[in-house]
């Protein structure tokens, strides 16, 4: 009997470790998707200085076909000279995050995106794969500590 006592405390023990990350991966997401949608407001305001707080001191944007971007400073003098340009213009995005990982005080996440703009009084549909790697802060807030994305083009 003390046996069978021991294996199901040992169970009920490992389970509670399982549904306690369980929560904390969710939690985690939850409050990093929030993170990625004030990113899409922020880019949709040409708001560089919002922009650039979401990412990390020692972040690293690589966009597509286009070199890497090196650290804070530099991915804002990124999104200022972005915003500037007159063929960027609002979106609307609709991402689905379909993997997500946590490890630690760093989250992994995979997203496939589509969305749409008017440009030129042309409307464009787009869509995509973006690959974000979080870091979290010493405050416990989540910055983007790794961004890369590409838009796939459309079938023809």
Same mark, same amino acid.
């Given at each position: 009997?003390?046996?069978? %006592? ?16 369980? &929560?904390?991966?969710?939690?985690? +997401?939850? *409050?990093?998707?929030?993170? =990625? $949608?004030? &990113?899409? #407001?922020? *880019?949709? /305001? ?25 650290? +804070? *400073? #530099?991915?804002?003098? =990124?999104? +200022? ?12 995005? /609709? ?10 005080? %760093?989250?992994?996440?995979? &997203? ?16 995509? /794969?973006?690959?974000?790697?979080? /870091? ?9 500590? $790794? ?7 459309? +079938?023809?």
């Amino acid at each position: 009997m003390h046996k069978v %006592i021991i294996s199901l405390t040992t169970m009920f023990i490992l389970c509670a470790a399982v549904l306690a990350q369980d &929560s904390e991966e969710a939690r985690v +997401k939850a *409050a990093v998707e929030h993170r =990625y $949608r004030e &990113s899409i #407001a922020a *880019a949709n /305001k040409k708001d560089t200085a919002a922009m650039t707080n979401l990412y990390d001191d020692n972040a690293v944007l690589m966009p597509q076909s286009e070199e890497a971007v090196m650290g +804070k *400073a #530099a991915i804002g003098e =990124y999104y +200022k000279k972005l915003f500037a340009n007159p063929d960027f213009v609002p979106f609307t995005l /609709k991402s689905d995050w379909n993997s997500f990982q946590l490890a630690g005080d %760093i989250a992994i996440a995979a &997203s496939v995106f589509e969305g749409d703009a008017t440009r030129k009084e042309k409307q464009i549909h787009f869509h995509g /794969k973006d690959l974000l790697v979080w /870091k979290k802060q010493s405050d416990g807030s989540w910055r983007i500590f $790794r961004n890369m994305y590409d838009e796939i083009p459309a +079938k023809k």
